[in-house]
């Protein structure tokens, strides 16, 4: 089971990045669990993240493959990836813009973790198993 932080717990964030490329080409279920957590946050700025993939961890789609909605505040905000549709997704990254408004430094700061977990098919069908009866 693949289990990998893009960016480590923790990190600061003064502006837009990407994360190193990650090798999901050895998991064995498509469907991951990317989970942002920011821990310190100032007011008045944002943050966006999104997953792009590759086939060889150089050249990368121009679309990302999942985004997370835009986040102002402390938590973690989890996003269920299904990479089964990108048939070339053997690399995955992560890639943040930030910004910040408002009154003083115009300069943003995070800290954020970003992690990648593979979902099993089992954990995925329990799940959907559980929403069916829940309907």
Known sequence: MLDAFLVAEKTVVTAKGDSEALDISGAANP??????????????EAIDVSLFTSADGAAWETKPAAALPQKFYPGDYPLLVDLSG?????????????????RGSTTPRFEIGIRLREISKEALQEAEAEAGTRR
């Open 86 to 102: 990108a048939t070339n997704a053997k690399f995955v990254r992560a890639h943040w813009e930030v910004n910040r408004w408002g």
């Open 31 to 44: 469907v991951f669990l990317l989970t942002l957590s920011i821990s310190s946050i100032v007011e008045q």
